[in-house]
């Protein structure tokens, strides 16, 4: 089991920025790949970004590009998300997610073919 902790989660004004980072809790992780998923009060839980097991493959939902960074550090067991200019309706619950099994390497942008899921951590920004 892959227990992942969310991290980095506050409040920002408008138009600011925020690192999000997720670490596992008891089992390190490198080989799978990883997401971010958010959910607003309100709303689905939708699709952030996703990022393959070595870093080489990313992949954005149309509201995070050009503002939103995912990455990987293999070596520390770590995923960020580096938010810039963030807007109101970035306001969510933020989620890291990893994958498992034998496609565990290859990213996804569906919620269902991820296997561990961590808390959430609240991103708050006010206009």
């Known amino acids: 089991q892959v227990q992942l902790v969310e991290s980095g989660g506050g409040l920002v004004q408008a138009g600011g920025s925020l690192r999000l980072s997720c670490a596992p809790s008891?089992?390190?992780?490198?080989?799978?790949?990883m997401g971010w998923f958010r959910q607003a009060p309100g709303k689905e839980r939708e699709f952030v970004a996703a990022i393959s097991w070595s870093g080489g493959s990313t992949h954005y939902a149309d509201s995070a590009k050009g503002r939103f960074t995912i990455s990987r550090d293999n070596a520390k067991n770590t995923l960020y998300l580096q938010m810039y200019s963030l807007k109101p309706e970035d306001t969510a619950v933020y989620y890291c997610?990893?994958?498992?099994?034998?496609?565990?390497?290859?990213?996804?942008?569906?919620?269902?073919?991820?296997?561990?899921w961590g808390q959430g951590t609240q991103v708050t920004v006010s206009s």
């Open positions: 997610a990893a994958r498992s099994g034998g496609s565990r390497y290859v990213l996804s942008l569906l919620e269902d073919e991820y296997d561990y």
């Open positions: 008891g089992r390190a992780f490198s080989s799978r790949a």
